[in-house]
Structure formats: structure tokens, C-alpha cells
């Protein structure tokens, strides 16, 4: 079964674009949900897609938003970007049949720089 | 109130030895415990996870702690070797707003000399 893929995997940008970033979650798995690592900030929930639909969304400014598709992969889309955007963007998938709390698991992220 | 408060943020530690990382938390609606390892260029995996259902979880050198009165929980790794210096974050969810959401530590940086 394959893993998460997040792409692409590394990124650089100017400070005022925009970025798209992808997310295949593993197979079968209806929720994704993306991060924001940076040094000393530990990962960050940034939100939580599932079904097409936002669930859960994290304290971040409007300028980070994101979408998922009908066969579950998602984009996060950052506009106006700035330098503090600078961060590993990750993205995480579960299984959310049978009802538990369950693990999830990350892809190896995007590393966004900002210039 | 929906913090995970992890300490120590780094620990060197020498081969052999038993590395120990705390976390505290104030929500007690949390109902799952994981715990990740993170090399540097991948992401997060999980290594270990524990309900509030049992004080204690063994997996080969590593265990978890769990003290449900205190609101605290700890990873051990036993007889650390150099191939688990990563970084660690314990992590606590729980469900909210029609979904079970993650909070993670801040990290422990973890470095284990040969």
C-alpha cells in the first residue's frame, strides 16, 4: 500500500506569490489533515478535510486555505505569501472507518521557502 | 487547555542508556496518546501509541507511561542506541467538532552518542 505523497517536495518562493501544494493520501483513507512545522513551533493543525468537506481548521489567517477532491486528495493553497511562511507543510491521512481514534500517518512534506 | 506541554526540548544521551521524554496535558477529553519519531527530510511516524485505558504500553525498547490522575505521560527508550537520534513529539487527540483532532508537543530533539 503506498504512503502519503505530498508534492512537490521542495519549493521556493517570492514573498507576495502564492503556492498550491498537494496531498494523495493512502488509499481507502477519507480524512487529510495539514501542518505547519517550524523550528520551535513543533506541527501546527492547520485543518482537516474529510469528504470534500473542511472539518476542523486551526488559528491560521485567511491567506491559508485548502480543498480535497472526491477521490481524497487535497490542496493547501498559501496567497500573499511572507517570509514567516517559511515552514515544512506536511500532510496526514486516517482511516476513519470503524469509528476509533486512530493513527495518522504523514507524508514527507513540502518544504516551502519563502524569499 | 488544549495544550501538549513536552520537556526536554533536546536530550544527548549515551548509547545504552534510557532516554526519557515527558508530556502534560490539561483536556481530559483526550482519549488517544501517540507518540512520533521524526528523521530529518521525513515526516513523522508513529512509534507508539496508549489509551487512558491502561498506565502502561511496552513495544520492544520503548514504552509509555500513562498517569491519568496527574494528566501525564512519558516515553522510554531503553538501552537508547544511535540510530534513534530523531526528533520525538508526543501528540493527544480527542473528538471535537465532528472530528478527532491532534495536539502535539513542541518536540524533543533527541541524540544518542556512540
Known amino acids: 500500500k503506498a504512503g502519503v505523497t505530498q508534492t512537490p517536495r521542495y519549493l521556493i518562493k517570492t514573498r507576495g506569490q502564492q503556492v498550491t501544494l498537494s496531498c494523495s493520501p493512502i488509499?481507502?483513507?477519507?480524512?487529510v489533515s495539514w501542518y505547519q512545522q517550524t523550528p520551535g513551533q513543533g506541527l501546527q493543525f492547520l485543518f482537516e478535510?474529510?469528504?470534500?468537506?473542511?472539518?476542523n481548521k486551526g488559528n491560521f489567517p485567511g491567506r491559508f486555505s485548502g480543498r480535497q477532491f472526491s477521490n481524497s486528495r487535497s490542496e493547501m493553497n498559501v496567497s500573499t505569501l511572507e517570509l514567516g511562511d517559511s515552514a515544512l507543510y506536511l500532510c496526514?491521512?486516517?482511516?476513519?472507518?470503524?469509528?476509533?481514534?486512530?493513527?495518522?500517518?504523514f507524508g514527507q512534506g513540502t518544504r516551502l521557502t519563502v524569499v | 487547555q488544549q495544550q501538549v506541554k513536552q520537556s526536554p526540548q533536546s536530550l544527548i544521551v549515551q548509547k545504552g542508556g534510557i532516554s526519557i521524554i515527558n508530556c502534560a496535558y490539561e483536556?481530559?477529553?483526550?482519549?488517544?496518546f501517540p507518540w512520533y519519531q521524526q528523521f530529518p527530510g521525513k515526516g513523522p511516524a508513529l512509534l507508539i501509541a496508549i489509551r487512558p485505558d491502561v498506565s502502561e504500553k511496552k513495544e520492544g525498547r520503548f514504552t509509555i507511561s500513562f498517569n491519568k490522575s496527574a494528566k501525564q505521560f512519558s516515553l522510554h527508550i531503553m538501552d537508547s542506541q544511535p540510530g534513534d537520534s530523531a526528533t520525538y513529539f508526543c501528540?493527544?487527540?480527542?473528538?471535537?467538532?465532528?472530528?478527532?483532532?491532534?495536539?502535539f508537543g513542541t518536540g524533543t530533539r533527541l541524540k544518542v552518542l556512540a
Open positions: 483536556n481530559t477529553a483526550f482519549d488517544y
Open positions: 478535510y474529510f469528504s470534500e468537506t473542511q472539518r
Open positions: 488509499s481507502g483513507h477519507r480524512s
Open positions: 496526514a491521512s486516517r482511516d476513519t472507518r470503524g469509528g476509533m481514534n486512530t493513527e495518522a500517518f
Open positions: 501528540a493527544a487527540s480527542s473528538w471535537t467538532s465532528g472530528t478527532y483532532k491532534y495536539i
